[in-house]
């Protein structure tokens, strides 16, 4: 069994980001993931867990997808929803624009995009009984665009309740991030060569990690669910896993801090090149804030 780094953030977020930063990129470049108590904090973690407690009631566990691929990919006893900037107010002032979270993303995206977006925030309230699931690599999602040395996008999992090696906490292959583009799996495909590392935390914690280390959620085999919040940027010019301006409406967007709106789609993207895209009236998207 192998550990991650842990880190621990103070409760002064600004300042956190900027004392954390070097440890974290060390520990992201040698290991692929790393470990922040007090990332999000107890009382944010809780205050969004009670923000989505329409969610969780709405959301029946398991993926109606048709796909076996993806029904088992989120597995049967597993809550998943998105749209979590439209739901908590709480989620976008501290884990959409988490300072930690976001000077981790211009370094390592900001290298292969002129900017980055959300690419989804997402609960993954991983329920009692539920297998481990498939290790994987969240850069997969856009196979036509990975190549080695080269990020994607960055994640984070949100610990919303205590993260233990019982009730399903993320399973993580330190240096598995070196593995070649296109490698899919986890141990299959690696013959077991790399340890298991648990991400073991209590609530307010994130483990943030490329998205190239080769992870998935661990077995649940406790009674409770394990309540996870994955937070995750992908440069610019991919399309996201989720469509966030279609969940977070104009009306919404034009209330929120302008970064967080840039982050949800509500901005459109200019290339170091010059090119632009998600334009309106081939202008920028921001146009539709001007007089608001
Ligand atoms: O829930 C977890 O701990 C990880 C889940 C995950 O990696 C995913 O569904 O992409």
Redesign the pocket.
């Given at each position: 069994m192998a550990d991650l780094l842990r880190l621990r953030a103070d409760d002064d977020p600004v300042a956190s980001a900027v004392r954390l930063l070097p440890d974290i990129l060390t520990a992201l470049d040698a290991d692929g993931g790393v470990i922040v108590e007090n990332l999000l904090g107890a009382e944010p973690a809780s205050r969004i867990l009670a923000d989505l407690a329409d969610g969780y009631a709405a959301t029946d566990p398991g993926s109606s997808s048709g796909s076996e691929l993806w029904e088992t990919?989120h597995g049967q006893n597993t809550v998943r929803f998105t749209g979590l900037a439209a739901r908590s107010r709480t989620f976008v002032d501290h884990a959409l624009l988490n300072p930690t979270l976001l000077a981790v993303a211009d370094a390592l995206l900001l290298p292969n995009g002129a900017d980055y977006w959300l690419n989804t925030g997402q609960v993954?309230g991983?329920g009692p009984g539920e297998p481990a699931?498939y290790l994987?690599r969240?850069e997969n999602n856009w196979p036509e665009a990975v190549a080695d040395g080269k990020e994607l996008t960055v994640s984070c999992?949100f610990a919303l309740g205590d993260f233990t090696a019982d009730n399903?906490a993320?399973v993580v292959l330190p240096g598995s991030h070196r593995l070649p583009a296109g490698t899919r799996r986890g141990d299959d495909e690696t013959d077991g060569r790399f340890e298991h590392a648990r991400a073991e935390m209590p609530a307010g914690s994130g483990m943030i990690y490329t998205g190239k280390v080769v992870?998935?959620?661990g077995a649940n085999v406790t009674e409770s669910m394990r309540h996870?919040m994955?937070v995750s940027y992908v440069v610019g010019w991919l399309r996201p896993e989720e469509a966030s301006p279609l969940m977070v409406d104009r009306d919404l967007a034009a209330t929120l801090p302008v970064r967080a709106r840039r982050l949800l789609g509500w901005s459109s993207y200019h290339s170091v090149g010059g090119g632009r895209t998600w334009l309106v009236d081939f202008e920028d998207a921001e146009r539709l804030f001007a007089d608001r």
């Open positions: 990919f993954m991983v699931q994987h969240d999992m399903g993320t992870h998935g959620a996870g994955h």
